[in-house]
């Protein structure tokens, strides 16, 4: 006698209290299905909370910068006390807290005085207390006026941190000659930043205009690597060349650039390549001339000078007749000396003015008459002084490309310009610096192929090459990476969980719709016989069976696999 085991297939038997479709899915799960899909909704849970808190991050914004380690300190150890998040920045030169606590943090920092390593200008002399001496109060305010100061200096874009400082001697009335102040300032500029010289003028007139009776020699400045900004006080002369250095660059530029408009049209841009040299005067010459013209005509209207008139008139008897008697000292003197007027006919040698007629000498019988006049000369003083920076000699190079044609084929070929028209440029440049040839000046134009060099031709930069595109993507890395792995983790762990979940449960089928199976595993199976040909189109019991083995086999898998699971093993169906 054969035993037959039998298996029977429960599936699903539905409990007796209300259950959900997702609870149901859930039981139906096996222990590695749950495991995946609980580490999966853990992995979502896991990356929205990253996007929440990352939404949540402050932006960070600069408290202080370029604190010392003392103040630093000070700083952190209050801010801890204060309960305000802080951070450090790269290097630890800064230190940052949240962009909405910046300016409250500062204000209530402020109010315990903090950070101490701040310049005090004039509020330190709010601080007096009683019993302060006279020194104590001079050095108080010296001290406040280089604050002051400072912060000044401080405020240009180009200055990072400003030291000064005051030697501000003690006046005393007693003394016949008083000390000057001085002042000497040391700045430390911003990286890649430098000051021009009338920056540095400006700070020198800015810090002796703010101490009475400094004078802006007086004032010296000095960069952190020890340079001297400021002009010694013997410099003078160093600035009046860099002046001069200055303007014959201003004039060589002035006639190059007009040789370049005058040509460029001509030639093409690109073509044409000019310098000029000048040499300039800047010498100061003062020339002092002083004429004398010639005595005037006797007509000629002249200034009388001065004037002198001599009259000696001798004795005369009744009726104008000369005196006589005995010839005494008087008659044995010598003639008298011959004198001669400045514009006039001279008297004769020998003759004394008593012997000439009355009409000669203009005095009757013996009488003397003198007269000197001394007239003006003309002069004239003429003082030239010429100007500093005369042009005295102009040289002017020039060189021009060869002429570029091209063909009816588009090939480009070069050719000399003819002799022509080098020289109508060559007058053409002659015009436009002024040429002039009694001082020297010089003109060379020369017409000669440039020697270009071909530069490869490269292609624009790939998009994720550019540093702000970089920047964004750096930006946008870990959101849209985020994004990735949650929908990494969604379609690979917890999809597949939640379809198993929202499976049909299997239906509870019928025993003898699994004869079939259970017959393989009688000792000696019973084979069904097959049907007769005429009833092929009929619906038999054993059909239906076949039927509903196979739904059951497409329907769920899964329970068809545990009942050749347990075949294989050996193990009674339940």
Do not use: C
Request: charged share 20%; no cysteine; glycine share 10%.
């Amino acid at each position: 006698m054969s035993t037959t085991a039998v298996a029977e297939l429960d599936v699903t038997t539905p409990p007796p209290g209300p259950r959900s479709a997702f609870g149901d899915g859930f039981a139906r799960m096996d222990q590695s299905q749950k495991l995946k899909l609980g580490v999966g909704a853990l992995a979502l849970l896991a990356i929205a909370l990253a996007f929440f808190f990352m939404g949540r991050q402050p932006e960070w914004r600069v408290l202080y910068a370029n604190l010392g380690d003392k103040d630093g300190g000070a700083i952190v150890a209050q801010l801890s006390q204060m309960n305000v998040p802080y951070k450090h920045a790269e290097g630890g030169q800064a230190i940052m807290v949240p962009a909405d606590k910046v300016h409250d943090t500062r204000l209530r920092l402020a109010s315990q005085g903090l950070p101490k390593g701040t310049v005090g200008g004039f509020e330190m002399m709010e601080a007096n207390r009683f019993g302060m001496t006279q020194f104590q109060e001079r050095l108080t305010f010296q001290r406040g006026l280089e604050g002051e100061l400072t912060r000044s200096i401080q405020s240009l874009s180009s200055v990072q941190s400003a030291r000064i400082h005051l030697a501000l001697p003690n006046q005393n009335g007693f003394f016949r000659e008083q000390q000057k102040p001085s002042a000497s300032v040391l700045l430390t500029l911003h990286p890649g930043r430098t000051l021009d010289r009338a920056q540095v003028a400006g700070i020198v007139h800015l810090v002796a205009s703010s101490v009475p009776e400094m004078n802006p020699k007086a004032v010296s400045i000095v960069d952190d690597a020890g340079n001297l900004l400021s002009s010694p006080p013997d410099g003078q002369a160093q600035g009046v060349d860099t002046q001069k250095l200055q303007y014959q660059q201003q004039l060589e530029q002035l006639y190059t650039r007009r040789i370049m408009e005058m040509l460029e049209p001509l030639v093409g841009r690109n073509n044409v390549r000019a310098q000029v040299s000048a040499e300039v005067d800047f010498s100061q010459v003062e020339s002092t001339s002083e004429q004398h013209r010639p005595n005037q005509g006797p007509d000629a209207s002249a200034t009388v000078r001065s004037q002198q008139t001599v009259t000696d008139g001798g004795a005369t008897g009744a009726g104008g007749a000369p005196a006589s008697g005995v010839p005494g000292a008087v008659s044995n003197q010598p003639p008298a000396t011959g004198t001669a007027p400045i514009n006039g006919a001279a008297a004769p040698v020998g003759v004394a003015s008593s012997q000439l007629p009355a009409g000669a000498n203009g005095a009757a019988g013996g009488g003397r008459r003198e007269s000197v006049v001394n007239y003006e000369v003309d002069k004239t003083v003429k003082v030239v002084r010429e100007s500093s920076g005369q042009v005295k000699r102009l040289s002017a190079a020039v060189v021009i490309n060869h002429r570029t044609t091209v063909d009816k084929a588009g090939k480009e070929s070069s050719a000399p310009i003819p002799p022509q028209q080098l020289e109508q440029m060559t007058a053409l440049v002659r015009e436009t610096i002024g040429f002039n040839s009694e001082r020297g000046d010089s003109v060379n134009l020369v017409n000669a192929a440039f020697n270009v060099e071909r530069v490869p031709e490269t292609s624009e930069a790939a998009w994720w090459t550019q540093s702000d595109n970089q920047d964004l993507l750096r930006s946008m890395a870990w959101p849209i990476g985020m994004v990735g792995l949650g929908l990494l983790v969604l379609m690979g762990m917890v999809r597949p969980g939640l379809k198993l979940m929202k499976a049909p449960p299997a239906r509870r089928l019928d025993t003898t719709a699994v004869q079939p199976l259970n017959a393989v595993l009688n000792e000696s199976p019973e084979r069904p016989g097959l049907p007769m040909p005429g009833a092929s189109n009929e619906i038999t019991p054993e059909t239906q069976r076949l039927s509903d083995a196979k739904r059951l086999a497409l329907e769920n898998p899964m329970a068809v696999a545990n009942i050749v699971k347990g075949w294989v093993n050996g193990e009674a169906p339940a």
